[in-house]
């Protein structure tokens, strides 16, 4: 699909211009607060009087009025650039979070669903990926292999015992160890469909049992999912269409990413720089919600 950078560019563009002018403000306020106690360059001293002439006007100033004036300036100036800084930051940020559209007159694609690479070619899609983790058989992605024992990485191996978390950094698998500080950081060069690794990882490292109120493992959900049925995890509630949660209900398309965040589910909406929370104590299975939510925002890319 063909695809234009001109509405992401023309909003980085507009935010690096705000923060000129903001540092330009913040430019004059340091001058103007050099100057405070001179007139024209020279200091002034006790008695002393500072003349401005404007087009039509003429008036002066004691010593003590001209610093008084001055420092206000300084503040008043250095107040609003910052100001300036701060918005043309988060325009910025927010151009640099803002996805690629599609190009005027461009043939809409359909929906991709990442496909996985396994040992066995029948086996394309998500849901025969996990059964064929379970049956036995070894999934590959690029560098990254996994089976029902554990991960082979090009940092080494591990057990899925010793695997803590597995989550996106951008477009970046990252992988915490147990007990140890420095996790195992894979990019999309080496290891695709990172979206849909996060969530097999998640699945086999924890193993989820399927009951009644916990609900389906990923097999199941996926097959769920498929047949449009809805699921629930406590407060919240997923189907195709998607996430209903206790701050109100929120469409696939809304949502940039869902994760783990320290003890809450974080739901990362586009346009917004804060996240919504959800405690995790109010989510059975998060790490399985998270990698099913992130597979439903997946097939919009």
């Not at 420095?182 to 193993?207: D, F, M, N, Q, W």
Request: one cysteine or more.
């Amino acid at each position: 699909m063909a695809e234009t950078r001109s509405g992401k560019g023309g909003t980085i563009f507009a935010g690096v211009l705000v923060m000129l002018f903001g540092a330009f403000l913040l430019f004059t306020s340091y001058s103007i607060a050099n100057e405070t106690g001179k007139c024209a360059g020279e200091t002034l001293q006790t008695g002393d009087r500072c003349e401005h002439v404007g087009r039509a006007t003429l008036h002066t100033n004691t010593v003590d009025e001209e610093k008084s004036e001055k420092t206000s300036s300084a503040w008043r100036n250095g107040a609003i650039g910052v100001v300036f800084l701060l918005i043309g930051g988060g325009v910025v940020y927010l151009g640099l979070r803002r996805p690629a559209v599609a190009a005027p007159g461009a043939a809409p694609s359909s929906p991709r669903v990442p496909q996985a690479s396994v040992s066995t070619a029948s086996h394309t899609d998500p849901t025969e990926a996990i059964g064929a983790v379970t049956r036995g058989e070894v999934v590959t992605f690029g560098d990254l292999a996994l089976d029902v024992n554990g991960l082979r990485t090009p940092k080494g191996d591990l057990s899925w015992t010793e695997v803590e978390q597995a989550k996106l950094d951008g477009q970046q698998i990252v992988i915490s160890k147990r007990g140890k500080i420095v996790p195992i950081v894979l990019s999309p060069k080496k290891v695709p469909h990172g979206r849909l690794v996060v969530a097999l990882i998640e699945h086999l490292r924890t193993s989820p049992a399927v009951t009644p109120a916990a609900g389906p493992g990923a097999t199941e959900a996926l097959d769920a999912l498929a047949r449009g049925q809805v699921l629930t995890y406590g407060t919240l509630t997923l189907d195709n269409n998607g996430l209903r949660t206790p701050h109100g209900d929120l469409a696939w398309r809304q949502i940039r990413k869902v994760e783990l965040n320290r003890n809450d589910v974080a739901i990362y909406l586009h346009g917004k720089i804060v996240p919504m929370l959800v405690p995790q104590a109010e989510v059975p299975q998060y790490t399985l919600v998270t990698g099913l939510s992130e597979h439903l925002i997946n097939r919009l890319v």
